[in-house]
């Protein structure tokens, strides 16, 4: 399977920035996706980069490096509502089927 | 616009026995999936529908797990016999044949098998 790499624990504080890293395997790339899920909840979409560069949505940003195998979300003045697991999802070209293959997510905590 | 529909939303069995869960999509989506999320870990594909017809069904344990979806729209997902380690939440997701391939999930089924 494809590897897909992020930490599992982050807190930070209101107001404050925190970014979110992820790796992955290069091999069969189609896009890379966010989703953040809250606790009990299902996955919600966040953001999607197919392209090198960044991708602005409000207080949050996503970027990809293709090269490199290497993307972050960036969370902008943080509230305690983001308080939530945020996993990379990568998509792979495996023969005539794309997969999209999920990370083990990354747990943010947002403190007062 | 209704969203992607899931049943039942809790389900507690002993190990050695069967569940069924079931599925209903947003309408129009041709693309259906079913992921299994163990507590801690991000969503795991168990299998891939386009329409009717299975497009991946590599990791699903197939000597215990078997999942339909007639006429391209509903899917129902089993397990028999259930173990232990199949304790997780079961996600049903659709997405429209575009090309993003944003996925929309359902609200998951908890099943807990003891």
């Known amino acids: 399977g494809q590897n897909i790499d992020q930490p599992t624990e982050m807190t930070a504080t209101e107001g404050a920035i925190v970014q979110i890293n992820c790796t992955y395997q290069?091999?069969?790339?189609?896009?890379l996706f966010w989703y953040q899920q809250h606790a009990g909840e299902a996955p919600t979409f966040l953001s999607y980069?197919?392209?090198?560069g960044l991708e602005e949505k409000g207080r949050f940003s996503s970027f990809l490096s293709r090269s490199k195998g290497y993307s972050y979300l960036l969370l902008k003045e943080l509230q305690m509502k983001d308080s939530a697991s945020y996993l990379c999802?990568?998509?792979?070209?495996?023969?005539?089927?794309?997969?999209?293959?999920f990370g083990s997510g990354t747990q943010l905590t947002v403190l007062p | 616009e209704a969203g992607v529909a899931q049943s039942p939303r809790y389900k507690i069995i002993e190990k050695r026995q069967s569940v069924a869960f079931w599925c209903n999509p947003i309408?129009?989506?041709?693309?259906l999936y079913w992921y299994q999320q163990i507590l801690g870990q991000g969503p795991k594909l168990l299998i891939q529908?386009?329409?009717?017809?299975?497009?991946?069904d590599s990791q699903l344990p197939k000597d215990r797990f078997s999942a339909e979806r007639l006429k391209g729209v509903d899917s129902t997902l089993k397990i028999q016999p259930a173990k232990l380690e199949d304790s997780a939440v079961y996600l049903c997701?659709?997405?429209?044949?575009?090309?993003?391939?944003?996925?929309?999930f359902g609200e998951g089924s908890r099943l807990t098998v003891l």
């Open positions: 999802a990568v998509r792979f070209l495996s023969g005539s089927a794309r997969q999209l293959t």
């Open positions: 997701a659709s997405s429209p044949r575009d090309t993003t391939g944003e996925l929309f």
């Open positions: 980069n197919v392209l090198d």
């Open positions: 529908f386009q329409n009717n017809g299975v497009v991946d």
């Open positions: 309408s129009g989506h041709a693309t």
């Open positions: 290069t091999s069969g790339f189609n896009g």
